[in-house]
C-alpha cells in the first residue's frame, strides 16, 4: 500500500499555463516535504511544510499543507520550461527519521 | 549544497560479481540512506543508518548490505549482483534545521545495470 499518492502521474502543458499537482495521503503527518527531480541527477529539496493550512512560496511555486495534515499541493503559476521535471512528495513515518515518497508528479512544459 | 558524492556515476555489471557502490558526505550529519529509484515504483529505501555504527533495513534490503564505520561513508554492496538490482541508486543525507523537521540531501545517483 501506497503511503502517499500523488495525482496526476504525468502532466503536460504549454509555457505560461498554470497547474496544480497533489499528494495525498490517509495518515496525518507532522511534516511534509516536496522535492523536484531532473532527468539524470538526484532530488533536489524544495520546500517543508509543518503546520495544518499553511502556505508557502517559492517563486511562482506555491505549496499548500492541508488543514488535517494529511495532503499537500503544489501549483505552478505562468509555468515554464525550467518546471519541468519530476515532483516528488515525501513525508515522515513511524516517528523516525525516515521519509516515505510518493511515486511523483511528471510535469512537462512545453515552449 | 547537497554535499554528497557517489561513485561510480555508472556501472553495468556481470550478474554474479560484487560491487560496492561508494557514498561519502562531508557535512558530518548522523543519518544516512540508500534509496533505489525505478520507473513505475518510485524511491524505495533500501537501508539507513542513523548514526555510525547503526544501521537498519528499509523497504527492500534483500541481497544488499550496508556498513558505517564513521560519519562520513555509508557504502552499499550488492554481494552477488541480480539482473533485478538494475536500478539508480541514490545516497542521502538527513539534517534538522533550527530543530525543524529532518530533511534529506540527495547525491548525484548511481545508474547501475546487471547484466
Known amino acids: 500500500t501506497q503511503l502517499l499518492e500523488q495525482s496526476p502521474q504525468f502532466l503536460s502543458i504549454q509555457e505560461g499555463e498554470n497547474l496544480t499537482v497533489y499528494c495525498n495521503s490517509s495518515?496525518?503527518?507532522?511534516?511534509l516535504q516536496w522535492y523536484r527531480q531532473e532527468p539524470g541527477e538526484g532530488p533536489v529539496l524544495l520546500v517543508t511544510?509543518?503546520?495544518?493550512?499553511e502556505v508557502k512560496k517559492l517563486k511562482r511555486l506555491t505549496f499548500q499543507f492541508g488543514d488535517a495534515r494529511k495532503d499537500s499541493s503544489l501549483h505552478i503559476t505562468a509555468a515554464q520550461p525550467g518546471d519541468t521535471g519530476l515532483y516528488l512528495c515525501?513525508?515522515?513515518?513511524?516517528?523516525?527519521?525516515?521519509?516515505?515518497f510518493g511515486k511523483g508528479n511528471q510535469v512537462v512544459v512545453i515552449p | 549544497i547537497a554535499g554528497i558524492t557517489q561513485a561510480p556515476t555508472s556501472q553495468i555489471l556481470a550478474a554474479g560479481r560484487r560491487m560496492t557502490l561508494r557514498c561519502t558526505q562531508d557535512?558530518?550529519?548522523?543519518?544516512m540512506y540508500w534509496y533505489r529509484q525505478d520507473l513505475g515504483l518510485g524511491l524505495r529505501l533500501i537501508h539507513y543508518?542513523?548514526?555510525?555504527?547503526?544501521?537498519g533495513k528499509g523497504e527492500v534490503p534483500d541481497g544488499y548490505s550496508v556498513s558505517r564505520a564513521n560519519t562520513d561513508d555509508f557504502p552499499l554492496t550488492l554481494a552477488s549482483a541480480v539482473p533485478s538490482q538494475t536500478s539508480v541508486y541514490f545516497c542521502?543525507?538527513?539534517?534538522?534545521?533550527?530543530?525543524?523537521?529532518?530533511?534529506?540531501?540527495f547525491g548525484p545517483g548511481t545508474r547501475l545495470t546487471v547484466t
Open positions: 515525501a513525508a515522515r513515518f513511524d516517528g523516525n527519521n525516515r521519509l516515505a
Open positions: 495518515s496525518v503527518f507532522s511534516s
Open positions: 511544510v509543518v503546520t495544518g493550512g
Open positions: 557535512m558530518r550529519h548522523n543519518a
Open positions: 543508518s542513523n548514526t555510525a555504527g547503526t544501521t
Open positions: 542521502a543525507r538527513s539534517a534538522r534545521r533550527d530543530r525543524g523537521p529532518y530533511e534529506q540531501y
